[in-house]
């Protein structure tokens, strides 16, 4: 005889259903889904910045985007993504707003365990100190720079409802630095 096979969900969707794991609920099953796009999304950026040295992703307006490649706090692997900037003092000014999510991004905890970070800006890849602002510094930072410049980020402030992080860049003094052209 042949063993009967268990079903992954019952009418009232208790266990689960086809195609969507036990104890998950439809809303969580599409906030996975919508981490999975914006997963693959980050990856296609990373790829589409190496490939075109960030020619693709350059506007004449501020905010401009980098590549930052961080070692994972957890994993110590090498961590890339994009990341929109200002310049100031001689360094880039990064700030983690997640689109308005309650917790700082991956990108920027892993930035503030790491200390240091290579940053690529179009066909120039460098080695970086990180900085992060706290206090007054990083208010002043984020009233008179970012928020001056890049007047959209409010709103992802108001949604997160916590302290936006800031950062400064700074390439690393007598690096070699790799310009490509």
């Not at 969580?28 to 980050?42: Q, Y």
């Amino acid at each position: 005889m042949r063993a009967q096979r268990k079903r992954s969900g019952c009418a009232d969707g208790c266990h689960g259903s086809p195609g969507r794991p036990v104890g998950q609920s439809g809303r969580e099953a599409s906030m996975s889904l919508r981490g999975l796009f914006r997963r693959a999304g980050a990856r296609m950026g990373v790829w589409s910045y190496r490939r075109t040295k960030g020619r693709a992703m350059t506007s004449r307006s501020a905010p401009r985007v980098l590549l930052l490649t961080t070692p994972g706090r957890r994993s110590g692997e090498p961590r890339s993504t994009c990341v929109a900037f200002l310049e100031s003092d001689g360094g880039y000014i990064v700030w983690g707003t997640a689109s308005g999510a309650r917790r700082d991004p991956h990108w920027f905890r892993n930035l503030r365990a790491a200390g240091r970070t290579e940053v690529q800006v179009l066909g120039r890849t460098f080695p970086a100190t990180v900085h992060e602002y706290v206090g007054a510094q990083r208010d002043a930072v984020w009233n008179d720079l970012i928020t001056a410049r890049v007047p959209s980020v409010r709103r992802y402030a108001r949604k997160a409802a916590r302290t936006i992080p800031v950062a400064i860049l700074r390439p690393v003094p007598d690096s070699n630095d790799q310009s490509g052209t």
